[in-house]
């Protein structure tokens, strides 16, 4: 995070890690087996031991014979039961399996989209240096910025949990922070203030999130103010009054022209292409400078879908 970015911390709860059972029950199952076993063969032996005494028919000896049949019945029920756990157990270790060598490589595969994609940003920047013209060399730099920012979602895969999220909160204030150093954002005279809350959200939705930050941070500091002029951009992200998720991005500068088109620039026209693909609702506001608000879907259930 540079300074020219502001915002009110994190807040991250670590998951504890679910405990394996399968081991203590495969030892319970085996210990009362056990126990069921033993008991059977003291029995046989008090049995074999009063062998030859007289017995009146039913009495105590085929009682007790009744019930050593019964514990070695339960014994060998027990052992049954003990060999499904122990098959359950290594079809759990090989699903197990299956899926860490699988999330090692969709891990892997992201590990070299990142490195990729960060190469063609490098690849733009020199361009962009090597330019002349100031059009030329804040159109690759608004180029590269955008790859920046897909490339970044994959970093943030590279170190999850291989669930195919991001931590959403921490994506944009990084997004924002590369947004601040590209713009020469200095945090006085000009200000990128970040506040958001913690969110997990797909890979997909965060990518298409950051780019709509990119476009529509990179537009306010270039058009909504004065040259030189100071101003705040404000990029705030968090459940709205609904508990649907909302992202906003405002500006404190001159705001669009009455009767301006809001979609015509490509900027614009891609953040409402992208809105479109979320089915987020999009809207735009002209009081005290441009505010520009994506507010996205309930979750099916109703809920609030990804708030950690």
Known sequence: MTSATRDGGDRRDAAAPAADGAGPDRELV???????????????????????????????????????????????????????????????????????????????????????????????????ERQRSPQARAALGLAGARVEAVARVHDLLCHGDGSGTVAFDRYLRETCAGLAELLGVDGRHRALVVRAEAAVLPADTARSLGLVVNELVTNAFRHAFAADGPGTVWVEFGPDAAGRLRLSVADDGAGLPDGADAGGGLGLRLVTMTAGQLGAALAVGRDGGTQVTLTLPASPAGGTDGLA
């Open 30 to 128: 085996r210990l009362r087996t056990e126990n069921l076993a033993l008991k059977a063969e003291l029995i046989e032996l008090r049995l074999a031991q009063g062998r030859g005494a007289a017995r009146e028919p039913g009495g105590a000896g085929t009682g007790l014979r009744d019930l050593a049949g019964e514990l070695r019945a339960a014994a060998a029920a027990l052992e049954a039961a003990g060999l499904d756990l122990r098959r359950m157990a290594l079809h759990s270790e090989r699903l197990a399996e299956a899926v860490r060598e699988r999330d090692g490589r969709l891990a892997e595969m992201s590990h070299r989209v990142k490195n990729d994609l960060h190469l063609v940003t490098s690849l733009l920047r020199v361009q962009a």
